[in-house]
């Protein structure tokens, strides 16, 4: 009843405004209609007075409140889950009041990009913008603002699972909210701890802390904040295994969501919702909100350009639980193989989406079909691996002629999957490439690499092909990227590359991307490009490696053509030779960091020069090939034989970093380590790989093997996994 009245009240002073010709009032009563329709959550129309608003204030140069119609903007595309345009909207308010000197609008707006950079789970970014605007509330004494920040600030840090310092940005706020009578803040304070407390499992803490919440957001009507507060409540009962109450306020929750027209609420609650379905054994009712809440969060996912991967990558940190659960629910529905289009659905999307683009193809979630299809072009037998909650593993087997079959497998409850992985590759010994005494860790009597062998392929052994030449293209997840299969142990300790061809991709259906890549490539032109211990950039102290030198003199020889050595290695003029390029074989060091501090790792190190620092990056990869409107690299191999070329962050989408751009570039067959291979035993392994595959014809795949096998096979006997086991083919065989 208040907005009507206030409603009524702005519409009179804006045709007062008009009839005595106001302008400046006039911009202002539109302003303020915008604010009243979008509590009301009637956005069309908010958005409609806004820019009315904005386009009087830019005629008349009334700076102030076309900076306020901006920023207003901005909140209502947030609310809207569209984000890029939000934050399009908060730059421009930003630039003006900066310019204006207007210090409230200045910090409010810095405030409003931490929570767009914060829904885009982009945590550090918005940190930047949250403690900026606390600086500046602070010095103009504007408590309520500074109330909010420290809030902001703590929504952060509770993301990052820094806990500690979440409690106290999130006390502060309390205590300066309570003390100046700002309500809303107090609220979101109240509810904030009371979801860290849940995290600690204190559980009565935590629903008294929510229920505080819930009432105050009731009592002065933020319906969001209300939601907010309900779907905290609600995780409490389900971790308390009170599935009614849970369900129940999920159920609540979302209709507010739904009332509000937020659609990330509306997606959290649907997926929360699911969740605890299935927890209460309600599998028919779990699948629909699940299913709701993936394809709602695949279409926030989508209204993310093509050319913000990074923002389609973060986002989907947030969104994956749906996925899992929903796989959870669809196995035991007895429907495997629908499970298995939604662990593929859950994978490498921004990837595929990227891809599909390039060749103007509206992308379609992957159907059984389609992944059938793909195991038969391929005439290799595809596994793929789904980590359920660090409780199970799913491993799901395609033959090549199209028969799909899954494995359930029980995780150890006494050591996580992440830690297990972590222990078997320090048995291992993995060390340095440049490091040449890497010595193997045998002070550990159990072998991990054969507890892995029992988890990950003793349960689907007798589905696998029995010849050793037909192949096997595994598809990790989470921390799996980083497990080296080829050195898996049987019972016997025979390692698994005795046994079988391996390959690895990030999904299956970047598998059908790869062949495309494949068949565009096969009859363009190119020269090779090899290069082998550049000199090493001012940058980072890294060591020469002179076994590289030899491994690009050898391989160039190979390859007829000149190995680009020390300074001639820089950065441009690799760049410069990239795109004409058909094979491209760099012997460098890889590093992991992430060297442009936009959140892409991995680089390629190279000679630095007047023109670059001597990094080229996985994000300059993906800007000058991978993006829309590039043109992809016409290499047919891209060989990164450095260290640890294959790893990256580990995210939702796969692993993030130089292969990813790689093949987002266009390349269909890549070679990269999952560590740091000794120099010496690389030039050794790589010699062979090329020898293998220009002069005994092989395939890359059986090229790698045969190559793996002489070194395991080699007189000093049984040699260690360290020096032949880190290297994996990506992609194509053929």
Not at 275 to 283: C, I, Q, R, V
């Amino acid at each position: 009843a208040e907005y009507e009245l206030a409603i009524d009240l702005y519409k009179q002073s804006l045709a007062i405004s008009r009839e005595i010709g106001y302008r400046q009032q006039e911009a202002c009563s539109l302003n303020n209609l915008g604010n009243v329709y979008r509590n009301l959550a009637e956005y069309e129309q908010a958005i409609d007075f806004f820019e009315q608003s904005l386009a009087i204030s830019r005629e008349i140069g009334y700076h102030q409140v076309e900076a306020l119609s901006l920023k207003n903007l901005g909140n209502v595309y947030e609310s809207l889950a569209e984000y890029e345009q939000a934050i399009d909207f908060f730059e421009q308010s930003l630039a003006i009041f900066m310019e204006i000197g207007a210090r409230g609008g200045e910090a409010s707006s810095l405030r409003n990009l931490g929570n767009v950079y914060r829904n885009l789970a982009e945590y550090e970014q918005a940190i930047d913008f949250f403690e900026q605007s606390l600086a500046i509330f602070r010095e103009i004494g504007a408590r309520q603002g500074e109330a909010s920040s420290l809030g902001n600030l703590g929504s952060a840090y509770d993301s990052l699972a820094e806990y500690e310092q979440a409690i106290d940005f999130f006390e502060q706020s309390l205590a300066i909210s309570r003390e100046i009578g700002y309500h809303q803040g107090e609220a979101s304070s109240l509810n904030s701890l009371g979801t860290v407390y849940g995290h600690f499992a204190e559980y009565e803490k935590a629903m008294n802390l929510a229920q505080q919440s819930l009432d105050i957001f009731r009592k002065i009507g933020d319906r969001s904040g209300e939601a907010c507060s309900l779907c905290n409540l609600g995780t409490t009962y389900n971790r308390l295994l009170e599935y009614e109450q849970a369900i129940d306020l999920y159920k609540q929750s979302l209709a507010l969501a739904r009332e509000i027209g937020s659609p990330d609420l509306e997606a959290l609650s649907l997926a929360n919702l699911g969740a605890a379905l299935k927890d209460s054994g309600n599998f028919t009712e779990a699948e629909s909100y699940l299913y709701d809440s993936i394809k709602l969060y695949e279409t926030i996912r989508a209204k993310i350009s093509l050319n913000n991967d990074a923002w389609r990558i973060s986002i989907f940190e947030k969104q994956t639980n749906p996925y899992i659960s929903l796989q959870q629910v669809l196995i035991a529905l007895n429907k495997p193989q629908q499970a298995l289009e939604i662990s593929e659905r859950g994978r490498a999307q921004a990837l595929v989406n990227l891809l599909l683009s390039k060749q103007s193809l509206t992308p379609q979630p992957p159907n059984l079909q389609e992944i059938k299809k793909i195991a038969q072009e391929q005439n290799a037998t595809l596994v793929q691996y789904s980590v359920i909650y660090n409780n199970e593993l799913y491993i799901w087997v395609i033959s090549p002629n199209g028969e799909i079959q899954l494995r359930t497998v029980n995780l150890p409850q006494d050591i996580s999957l992440q830690q297990l992985v972590k222990v078997s590759r320090e048995q291992i010994g993995v060390k340095g490439r440049g490091n040449n005494n890497a010595t193997p860790q045998t002070n550990d009597a159990t072998n991990h690499l054969q507890q892995l062998h029992q988890l990950l392929i003793a349960p689907i052994a007798d589905l696998l092909p029995t010849e050793t030449q037909e192949r096997i293209i595994f598809i990790p997840h989470q921390e799996l990227f980083l497990v080296p299969f080829a050195a898996l142990q049987d019972k016997n300790k025979t390692y698994l590359i005795e046994k079988h061809t391996i390959l690895t991709a990030p999904s299956i259906q970047s598998l059908s991307l790869t062949r495309q890549h494949r068949e565009r490539v096969k009859n363009l032109p190119g020269e090779a490009l090899v290069v082998g211990n550049p000199i090493m950039p001012q940058l980072k102290k890294l060591s020469p490696l002179p076994g590289a030198e030899t491994e690009a003199k050898q391989i160039a020889q190979m390859l007829d053509t000149e190995p680009l050595l020390g300074a001639q290695a820089t950065e441009t003029t690799i760049v410069q030779k990239l795109p004409k390029a058909k094979i491209i074989h760099l012997a460098t060091h890889g590093l992991l960091d992430d060297i442009s501090g936009v959140g892409s790792p991995g680089a390629i190190v190279l000679a630095d020069s007047d023109q670059d620092n001597g990094f080229l990056t996985s994000r300059e990869i993906m800007e000058q090939y991978g993006l829309p409107n590039t043109t992809p690299l016409r290499a047919e191999l891209v060989v990164l034989s450095a260290c640890d070329t294959g790893r990256g962050d580990i995210k939702g989408e796969g692993v993030v970093g130089l292969s990813r751009s790689l093949i987002a570039a266009g390349v269909p067959s890549l070679v990269v380590s999952l560590w740091k291979v000794p120099d010496d035993a690389t030039q050794e392994l790589m010699v062979e790989f090329y020898t293998n595959l220009y002069e005994r014809k092989l395939d890359k795949a059986q090229a790698l093997r045969q190559a793996m096998l002489i070194m395991l096979k080699d007189e000093a006997g049984n040699p260690d996994p360290l020096d032949w086991a880190a290297f994996t083919i990506i992609g194509e065989a053929e």
